[in-house]
């Protein structure tokens, strides 16, 4: 492969994609902690809540994969609409985010439940150390586009999240979003 | 370590860098083709060429570094501002451009010669593939501002480029930027 570029148009996603992901409400919807919410949004016409538009490199380690990603606003109950999130394969393997526009939240986690959550505006880079779950919240009424980059043998583990969930999640306060005990909202 | 975030202010530079490096003229005149000109800036006044702003993480394979540069605009003869251009160490690794503002483009080149011309403006993402050579020009009027994203492991090797050279560079044309080889300018 030569070097390459893709560009992003006015709303800062990639043109001419490799590879399109969509997640509608009814793909996560046990996501979050208010199923009959999360049932409601699905027979409201399953919106969806966020794509990723990807660039496909040679899968090696040393090598880097790219995506960006728009996440639609919205909650479900007081939570607001994210990603699945997911732990990479391999746990030697970094990640990092930058905010293209819109307001978000990142909520990191170890599997022994220590929890970050970090801020997302436009300019801010997110560095997260290897072995920590992620997801990201938009926490605004614009979407919440970013860029993300990763070795490309990092390997998604969409499984042990959908399996045992994170520990805590971003819920709309009356000042804004707020970190809060997954377990305080079932 | 845990995630954390470092934000960008209005200039699209990191707050808050853990590292600095400055480039002024004085350090890199042996890049111009044209040295006389290249000893001209040195006198009137040896100007910032660019600045990389950086955050430090472990230097382990999986880890990822990133910085924030800035590209003065300016020219030595036709030749644009530029940085000084290196190999990685570690010629398995890739490496990640995001232009943030400005206009510019990101020049590669293979040990044996072969070469692509990339346009950098606001929202354009390039991949630059392991083994090849990279060096940013900033072919605009105003500053130019990128994040790069890199393996930690990844080292890098400027010497190669200050023994050898790029056998391509770009000036400044008449309509614009022009990929020249750097033989034909000395």
Same mark, same amino acid.
């Given at each position: 492969?030569?070097?390459?570029? &893709? ?16 997640? &509608? ?11 009959? &919410? ?133 819920? &709309? ?14």
């Amino acid at each position: 492969m030569e070097p390459f570029v &893709k560009f992003t148009g006015a709303s800062g996603l990639m043109e001419q994609p490799d590879n399109v992901v969509i997640r &509608k409400m009814s793909d996560m919807a046990a996501a979050y902690a208010d199923s009959q &919410k999360a049932r409601q949004w699905i027979e409201n016409g399953d919106p969806v809540v966020y794509e990723m538009l990807e660039a496909l490199v040679p899968q090696a380690a040393g090598e880097l994969m790219f995506c960006t990603t728009r996440i639609n606003p919205g909650t479900v109950g007081r939570e607001y609409f994210m990603t699945k999130g997911h732990y990479h394969e391999d746990p030697t393997t970094a990640e990092i985010y930058y905010t293209v526009s819109g307001r978000g939240i990142l909520l990191a986690e170890t599997k022994d439940r220590r929890h970050v959550a970090l801020e997302m505006r436009k300019g801010s880079i997110i560095h997260v150390e290897p072995g920590w779950a992620h997801r990201t919240y938009n926490t605004g009424e614009e979407p919440l586009v970013f860029l993300a980059v990763y070795p490309a043998n990092a390997g998604h583990d969409y499984r042990t999240i959908e399996q045992e969930g994170f520990a805590h999640t971003v819920v &709309k306060g009356d000042n804004g979003p707020v970190v809060v005990k997954t377990s305080t909202l079932r």
